[in-house]
């Protein structure tokens, strides 16, 4: 019985990691990889370029939050 439980954890815990395993693949692949290849392989070579791109766009609203919030906290 306590196999089990234990097995069941270990599945519990493949389905928890699994999309957080595909995002991070998912950013550090290149278009073409992301494109041509299969979601849970790994890339051939790593690209941040896309996480570079979003944290340029991201950060004027991350500013503008922060100007917010933190005065009010």
Request: avoid cysteine; aromatic fraction near 0%.
């Given at each position: 019985m306590k196999i089990l439980s234990h097995l069941l954890i270990v599945?519990?815990?493949i389905f928890w990691a699994l999309p957080i395993y595909t995002l991070v693949i998912g950013?550090?692949?290149p278009l073409?990889?992301?494109l041509a290849t299969p979601v849970y392989t790994p890339?051939?070579?790593l690209d941040f370029s896309a996480l570079y791109k979003v944290a340029q766009e991201l950060a004027p609203?991350?500013?503008n939050t922060a100007l917010v919030?933190?005065?009010t906290a």
């Open positions: 599945i519990i815990g950013v550090v692949k073409s990889d992301v890339p051939n070579r609203v991350l500013l919030v933190v005065p």
